[in-house]
């Protein structure tokens, strides 16, 4: 199992910078990649930001050159993945999630997600 748990949301000005964390536990060695998704009031849950195992990156156009997302967690050590946001604007406000797919047992992959953490945007 592979428990996901967020935090670091806030209320921030408009060109301001938070740093969200996701912490995991359980068994993070099997992680193969992770997400972090954001839903505003009234709207989907979008996807912000990905990386692989490889380290490969991903970003929605709305983010990019603006959030950062570090590496998967590797063990009880090192057990933190963060989301860098700079330059935040009104448009970012939402309930961000973690995501984590692991490899439960082989052929067998499961997903995990943490539990939000609100973020607001406004001067």
């Known amino acids: 199992q592979v428990q996901l748990v967020e935090s670091g949301g806030g209320l921030v000005q408009p060109g301001g910078s938070l740093r969200l964390s996701c912490v995991a536990s359980g068994s993070i060695s099997s992680i193969y990649d992770m997400r972090w998704y954001r839903q505003a009031p009234g709207k989907q849950r979008e996807l912000v930001a990905a990386?692989?195992?490889?380290?490969?990156?991903?970003?929605?156009d709305s983010v990019k050159g603006r959030f950062t997302i570090s590496s998967i967690p590797r063990d009880n050590a090192k057990n933190a993945q963060y989301l860098q946001m700079n330059s935040l604007k009104p448009e970012d406000t939402a309930v961000y999630y973690c995501?984590?797919?692991?490899?439960?047992?082989?052929?067998?992959?499961?997903?995990?997600w943490g539990q939000g953490t609100q973020v607001t945007v406004s001067s």
């Open positions: 995501n984590a797919d692991w490899l439960e047992r082989l052929g067998v992959t499961r997903s995990s």
């Open positions: 990386i692989t195992s490889g380290g490969s990156t991903n970003y929605a």
